[in-house]
């Protein structure tokens, strides 16, 4: 563990962050929750009694058969091996389609997906029922059962949100792994899981070029003996390999496929999902989601905290490769009955003004991203953004990383006119959904800050000792009691579940964040505390990457740490020992760059490669990385280094610095 939240780019500036912005009169009059009364009310109603609170909730849902108890509590009465909504069933892919298509949403869009070369697409809620079940037919064909694992390695178009209600329609449990990610991520991901299939597409278009989904695939699936069928969807017809016997193409299947497939009756505590997340240790880590606890909190999060209203077309530019895909493009708004916008390509192309240009033609209400892209966008200049009225908007939002005052202002100024309310989500794939983030019509915001906690949830700063830390001081964030849409498990490794989430302060979550708490009771974000990095609002382990690299035939030793990043929030920086015989350059650096993004993705390219003789190492052997992350931030080395086996090194990598 290392100090909180050194380097965090954002720290300074929201120590001194002051300012306060009231919901306007406008906004609050529609909201569902139009009060701060209200808000703290119906919190401490959800704190005091929380089964009444969620079982509430949950009847906002269609269930099969009731449950028998709405929570059974988890060690200590924390969420580790806390079980919701007891002998409840339920099928997660009919609360987000049948419910509606059945009902008054038939002709209403479900999803409004633009594609990256400007072709549109609708699909009301009727379409997308019809879709869904026959593509839940060409599973069943293939063989797949409930509680079959089932890769999807998609770009973002319908037909991946088609493929994940699919799965969740028969119960199949969907390993969804980024499109950006090589082709080693997938096999890592695919035999982690064992999983019998894998949906994919030929190629996807990316800033005017194309990638080639079904060939990396491909190249993945010769080290993947347990896929026995691969489904195809042609989007842009570049033509494939098809393997014979292994490969399917989805049109075809489709038009062979039954119309009507009954949604299988789940079981509250069933699988929906895995995904794969990085951590300290190891390997990226599937973890398990469920599916009654899941469906009820990404219900009511995508409800109070995005205000969800009947002729919202709302608006989240994640793609479904990552957790917020998964619960706030797809789950969250679709068992609301929303218009979800959907976007293939990238946010500035063919011109930096893409992104305003959909919420424009599409009259986008509600607008979620990153805090990445909102730092590119004032980089790229408002002259994009002035060309647009964005007069559809509502709310903004923004999840993945703690996002800078400078930047929610400009996000508040620029995009949402001063007009919005901005709700800054705090959250992890762990998690599952939405736990602290204000409610828009009713709490105030704080440039920086993702305020209070969202009902149910108590969050706690805390020492390392596990003690409570008081307001206004760094410490720990921890979560106390339980959630309903918390994963159950890390696939495969209860043990690993157990340590990297309930040993580090016993009795409660540990997100492995650091935050503080203001007087106001809002909470303040400062960045992961553990060897986490995120960039660009992905999450990677810094193990991962070293990984990658000592993999590299001339690379001997290697450690990474993250710099502050203007753009990305963090920067990767490699340290590198070369094994013997072989000499630093500029070529090899590039070299050992690529390597790592053909190894795992470009996402992970490390920014530096830095050339050492030796890495700082204590008298036990474990590499210094505090010291290399002051060295890699460009900061005075600080702190005792008395336990460094070399004192040369530092002298030597400082002289190596670019
Ligand atoms: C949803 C998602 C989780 C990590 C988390 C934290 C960071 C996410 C944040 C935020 C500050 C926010 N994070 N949202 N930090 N403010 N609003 O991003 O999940 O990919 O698992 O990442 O992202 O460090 O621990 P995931």
Request: hydrophobic share 40%; charged share 25%.
């Amino acid at each position: 563990m290392t100090a909180i939240a050194e380097g965090t780019a954002n720290l300074d500036s929201s120590l001194r962050e002051n300012r306060v912005f009231e919901p306007s009169q406008e906004f609050r009059a529609k909201a569902h929750i139009s009060s701060l009364e209200q808000y703290e009310q119906m919190y401490r109603r959800s704190i005091e009694k929380p089964e009444e609170f969620w079982a509430e909730a949950a009847s906002e849902l269609e269930w099969f058969a009731p449950w028998t108890r709405v929570l059974e509590p988890g060690r200590d009465g924390s969420g580790f091996g806390a079980k919701w909504f007891t002998g409840g069933k339920l099928n997660l892919s009919h609360n987000c389609v049948d419910r509606h298509a059945t009902g008054s949403r038939r002709d209403k869009v479900a999803l409004l997906w633009e594609g990256e070369p400007g072709d549109v697409r609708k699909l009301t809620y009727a379409d997308l029922h019809a879709e869904v079940q026959r593509f839940a037919n060409v599973l069943k064909g293939l063989g797949i059962h409930k509680g079959d694992r089932v890769a999807i390695y998609m770009g973002m178009c319908p037909e991946l949100a088609i493929a994940l209600l699919a799965c969740a329609r028969i119960g199949a449990v969907h390993s969804v792994i980024f499109g950006g990610f090589a082709a080693h991520a997938i096999v890592d991901r695919v035999n982690d899981s064992s999983c019998v299939a894998l949906i994919t597409q030929d190629t996807s278009y990316r800033r005017g070029s194309e990638i080639h989904l079904k060939k990396i695939a491909d190249e993945a699936l010769e080290q993947c003996p347990t896929i026995k069928n691969v489904v195809v969807y042609r989007r842009t017809g570049t033509p494939v390999q098809m393997k014979p016997g292994r490969d399917v193409w989805w049109d075809e299947s489709m038009l062979a496929a039954e119309k009507e497939c009954p949604a299988e009756w789940m079981d509250a505590e069933d699988p929906l999902y895995l995904l794969y997340t990085s951590g300290t240790t190891g390997k990226p880590k599937g973890l398990l989601h469920t599916t009654g606890g899941y469906a009820v909190q990404t219900y009511l999060t995508s409800k109070y905290v995005f205000d969800l209203h009947e002729e919202d077309v709302y608006w989240c530019t994640a793609d479904i490769g990552w957790v917020t895909g998964h619960s706030y493009v797809v789950y969250g708004p679709l068992q609301n009955g929303a218009t979800v916008m959907m976007y293939e390509g990238a946010p500035n192309w063919p011109e930096c003004d893409r992104f305003w240009k959909i919420v424009d033609a599409h009259k986008v209400s509600i607008f979620y991203t990153a805090p990445t892209a909102i730092r590119a966008f004032t980089k790229w200049g408002v002259e994009h953004v002035r060309k647009h009225s964005l007069a559809s908007l509502r709310l903004l939002g923004t999840v993945g990383e703690p996002i800078n005052p400078e930047a929610w202002m400009w996000f508040h100024r620029e995009i949402g006119k001063e007009r919005c309310p901005i709700v800054d989500t705090y959250w992890q794939t762990e998690t599952g959904a939405i736990m602290i983030a204000p409610i828009p019509g009713a709490v105030p915001t704080k440039p920086g800050s993702a305020t209070r906690p969202f009902f149910g949830i108590v969050p706690e700063i805390v020492s390392k000792e596990g003690q409570p830390i008081t307001d206004g001081k760094g410490g720990l964030l921890v979560f106390r009691t339980s959630w309903p849409s918390l994963a159950r498990a890390v696939y495969g490794n209860p043990e690993r579940y157990e340590q990297a989430y309930w040993v580090e302060v016993p009795g409660s979550y540990f997100t492995g964040d650091g935050a503080r708490r203001d007087a106001d009771g809002y909470y303040w974000l400062m960045g992961r505390v553990d060897d986490v990095l995120n960039v660009s609002g992905h999450r990677l382990g810094t193990m991962e990457v070293e990984s990658a690299l000592v993999a590299h035939a001339k690379v001997a030793e290697a450690a990474v740490v993250g710099r502050p990043d203007d753009l990305k929030g963090q920067a990767i920086c490699a340290f590198v020992t070369l094994e013997e015989g072989h000499i630093a350059s500029d070529e090899l650096k590039q070299e050992i760059r690529q390597w790592v993004a053909k190894e795992i993705g470009a996402l992970a390219r490390p920014d530096d490669v830095r050339f050492t003789e030796a890495l700082p190492k204590t008298r036990s052997g474990k590499i210094m990385r505090r010291l290399l992350r002051e060295l890699a931030s460009g900061g005075e080395i600080k702190g005792d280094t008395t336990t460094l086996e070399d004192f040369t090194v530092i002298a030597k990598l400082r002289e190596n610095e670019e």
